[in-house]
Every structure is written in structure tokens, then in C-alpha cells.
């Protein structure tokens, strides 16, 4: 079963030899099974002290006077003093922080992927309005720009019917109603140029009616997919020179807001009203179609500045002044029995009284740990028969080390095991992977059980 798990591919060491030596002179360094016990104990004791070392820290300098331990004996201060309460003092500094305020800069590709949709979406309603045909399609002095709206938007029924009653009605009749509503206007200046034509014979007036509902209807049925949710009559009734100004002003309200910026998390009633703002001078039907267009395009272009934020978060924590606790002499700091507080061990750190040593059964304990995983570690190795060389071993040491150095120097609350267990495995065995990933994980708990108690 075990022969499932045999690494396929070439030991870590080869492939970083391979990088400077000719295909010949790696093969040297892969390992063979003569001599390799010996090697593998050498790097077993290093390996055991190294991590002990590594994972064990703070066993070397253990106050046994520690929060929450009961004192031995009843302690007073040997003198007057301000103590500064480091817990405390990181408590303020880290409640400070979370109230900080990230800096935030302007994601330029992100402006410019927004601008580039604003674009296209012009560009479709554009050609769906080329494809309708101009507005106004016939000279404003003949039919006003109503009437022609009105009469483009009819269907063919009521066109019809509209022709029959101009044809059939006398000159001083009402005028009718339709389908869509009254149409007064459009039957009183259809009348009056069938009465008296001006610039266009009454057939041609027809024809070109009859020629821009046909590109109208055809409009419609060729909806653009990034324009199913917008009302079509409404962005076809604006005129020509209405629509160029409608997209200019678009052009420009965006670039005002993206200049601003737009920060992650904005509420959409928040983008809705500033976009009516800046739509207020413009006519009802641009702040209609602006109103529907420019939000959903508008999205944030902010990005937090990491360096600029940590700067900020430095000079906040400068500012925060160190929480102090005071004594005066010969005042009890800890009574005899009593658990120690986060006040009296700040007061014994000061007065050097907290009895900082070796803590010899947290190292023992963590010796032993170790040398068993490390022994498991060999078990698994010779199991699935994987001779590894000096190098492979040194490699796998440091990768195991960063670990608890990651943690240990950066105070970081996460570490590289998800790394190390994905180049261990690729390079040599899942399995062995595995175990390392087991080493690691459970002497970075201990070290976590052991802080906490």
C-alpha cells in the first residue's frame, strides 16, 4: 500500500542543482543508500536542536511570577515608582487601531476599466439609435419634435386609423383618440400640413412617417443584451442634439466622481443621490436615463495604500502615551496565595522580581516532542524507502523552521505551513509532507497552549 505514496519526482536539491550544473554533474548529488543512515542521524540531532531551540524560546527567559500564578509569598515594593503596564499599554494601542482609518488611493485601472464600460454601453445605445433612425427625421418647422416622437412610437393599427380619420373627418372635426392616448397635437399639425403643405408634399410627409416607424420597430426587435433592463422608448425619444448632451454631461459626472474616488463598501442609495446632484442641471429626460445608466456602471475605485496606512497606524501608535501603574514603598504589591494581576506583574517586571529563568520542564518537554516527531519523521522516510541527501534534509529543516520563526519575530498570527507542506509534497512525498505539516502544526500549539497557561 505504502508503494501508492513514492515520491515521482526529483529530490529539492536536484532541481536547484540543475539550475547552475549540467544535467551529469546533479546526478552526483543525488543521495544512495550507502552511508545515508549515518547521515540521516547527523541530521536528526541537528534537526532536534535546531527546532527545540527554534520552538522553545521563551522557555529561556520564563518569568515564574507570571499572570494568573498564585505568589509564593507576599511581596512589597522596595521603593516608590511608576511602573508602565506594557499589556495594558498594547491593549490602548491596539484599541486605537481598530479605530484608525485606512488610507485609501485612486486604482487608476480600476477608473479606467469603469470608464471603459461607461464607453461601451454609450456606444450601444448609440447604435440602437442609429439604427431607429434620426429624431427629429423630418424638419421641426413641419411637424414639431413631439408629434414626430408620437408618430414613430405608433404602431400600425393606429396609424391606420390615424390616416382613415384624416382622410374621412372634416377640416373643423375634433381630433381623435388613440390607443396610445390623446394625440391632439399630432392630428391638429398633421391637418394642418394636409390642408396647406409647406417645404414637403403630403405623400412624402407620409412616406418618411411611414420609413421611421418601420426603423423603429426594427430597433426594438435588436435589443443589445447590456441594455435589456433599460426602457428603449425612453432612450430612443431623446433627439440627437439631446443625446449628445446627454453624453457629455455622462462623461463628465463620471470623471468628477471617480476623481473623488468611490470607496469599497459605499451603500447604492449613497451613489444614487450623488448622481442625482450632479444631474440637476440638466433636462428631466438626461436626469431620468442618468439616474438609471450611471450607478450601476459606477463602481469603487479605491484601494487601500498599505504603506501609507501603516504609516498612519505607526504615528497612532507613537501618540498613544504608555499606561502606568504607581507604588509607593513598602506597599503590597501581590499578597502571599493570591493569583498575580496584570497590575502586579507589570509592578514585578519593573522591580526585576518576577524571577525570570530557565524554565527546565517546558524545555524537556519540547526536547521530547520533538525528537519524537523527528523519529517519526525517519520511520515514514525509511517506510517509503525515499534516500534523501544533506541537502534534501538541510532543506526540509529550514523549511520546518520558518514556521516558528515566522511567528516568533513578526508576532504574525499565521504561518508558511500551507507552503511548506505544498513544496514538501510536490518535491518528495504527500506523506512525508504531511508529517512535517504535523511536526510543525502541533509544536506551534504548544508553544500557543503553553503561552496561554
Given at each position: 500500500m505504502l508503494k501508492l505514496f513514492r515520491a515521482q519526482t526529483q529530490p529539492l536539491s536536484r532541481w536547484l542543482t540543475l539550475a547552475f550544473q549540467d544535467q551529469g554533474s546533479a546526478a552526483s548529488f543525488i543521495s544512495?543508500?550507502?552511508?545515508?543512515?549515518?547521515?540521516?542521524?547527523?541530521?536528526a540531532a541537528i534537526a532536534v536542536a535546531t527546532l527545540t531551540s527554534v520552538v522553545g524560546h521563551r522557555f529561556y527567559n520564563e518569568p515564574q511570577l507570571a499572570i494568573g500564578r498564585p505568589a509564593p509569598e507576599t511581596i512589597r515594593a522596595p521603593r516608590s515608582t511608576q511602573a508602565i503596564d506594557q499589556v495594558a499599554t498594547d491593549a490602548a494601542i491596539e484599541a486605537a487601531l481598530k479605530d484608525a482609518l485606512s488610507i485609501y488611493r485612486v486604482d487608476q485601472?480600476?477608473?479606467?476599466?469603469?470608464?471603459?464600460?461607461?464607453?461601451?454601453t454609450l456606444l450601444s445605445i448609440t447604435q440602437l439609435r442609429q439604427r431607429a433612425g434620426p429624431l427629429p427625421f423630418i424638419p421641426t418647422t413641419i411637424l414639431s419634435v413631439s408629434t414626430q416622437t408620437t408618430l414613430r412610437q405608433m404602431d400600425a393599427s393606429d396609424w391606420q386609423r390615424l390616416l382613415r380619420d384624416l382622410a374621412t373627418q372634416p377640416p373643423d372635426s375634433k381630433p381623435l383618440r388613440t390607443s396610445r392616448g390623446s394625440a391632439s397635437q399630432t392630428f391638429a399639425e398633421l391637418r394642418r400640413q394636409q390642408e396647406t403643405p409647406q417645404a414637403l408634399p403630403w405623400p412624402e410627409l407620409i412616406s418618411r412617417i411611414e420609413k421611421?416607424?418601420?426603423?423603429?420597430?426594427?430597433?426594438l426587435r435588436t435589443k443589445p443584451s447590456n441594455l435589456i433592463d433599460f426602457d428603449l422608448p425612453a432612450l430612443l425619444a431623446l433627439t440627437d442634439q439631446d443625446w449628445q448632451q446627454a453624453q457629455n454631461s455622462f462623461k463628465q459626472i463620471l470623471a468628477r466622481i471617480l476623481t473623488q474616488g468611490i470607496p469599497p463598501g459605499l451603500p447604492n442609495q449613497v451613489t444614487e443621490a450623488t448622481v442625482a446632484i450632479h444631474l440637476q442641471n440638466d433636462s428631466a429626460a438626461i436626469q431620468q436615463l442618468g439616474e438609471r445608466l450611471l450607478p450601476p456602471i459606477l463602481q469603487p475605485n479605491l484601494r487601500i495604500d498599505p504603506v501609507k496606512t501603516l504609516r498612519q497606524r505607526e504615528i497612532i501608535a507613537q501618540q498613544i502615551p504608555p499606561v502606568t501603574v504607581s507604588i509607593r514603598r513598602d506597599d503590597i504589591?501581590?499578597?502571599?496565595?493570591?493569583?498575580?494581576?496584570?497590575?502586579?506583574?507589570?509592578?514585578l517586571e519593573h522591580f526585576q522580581l518576577s524571577r525570570r529563568g530557565i524554565n527546565g520542564w517546558g524545555l524537556a518537554f519540547t526536547f521530547a516532542l520533538v525528537s519524537g516527531e523527528i523519529a517519526l519523521f525517519i520511520w515514514v522516510q525509511k517506510r517509503l524507502r525515499l534516500y534523501l541527501s544533506k541537502r534534501d534534509y538541510l532543506l526540509i529543516l529550514l523549511l520546518s523552521t520558518t514556521a516558528p520563526l515566522l511567528v516568533w519575530?513578526?508576532?504574525?498570527?499565521?504561518?508558511?505551513?500551507p507552503a511548506i507542506g505544498l513544496l514538501i509534497s510536490s518535491f518528495y512525498s504527500s506523506?512525508?509532507?504531511a508529517v512535517v505539516i504535523f511536526r510543525a502544526n502541533s509544536t506551534h500549539g504548544l508553544r500557543d497552549e503553553w503561552e496561554s497557561d
Open positions: 544512495r543508500p550507502k552511508g545515508n543512515h549515518r547521515y540521516s542521524l547527523i541530521m485601472t480600476a477608473s479606467q476599466i469603469i470608464i471603459a464600460n461607461l464607453e461601451q421611421a416607424q418601420q426603423q423603429y420597430q426594427a430597433a504589591i501581590v499578597t502571599a496565595g493570591t493569583p498575580i494581576s496584570q497590575r502586579a506583574f507589570a509592578l519575530t513578526t508576532s504574525l498570527r499565521f504561518t508558511s505551513l506523506v512525508l509532507g
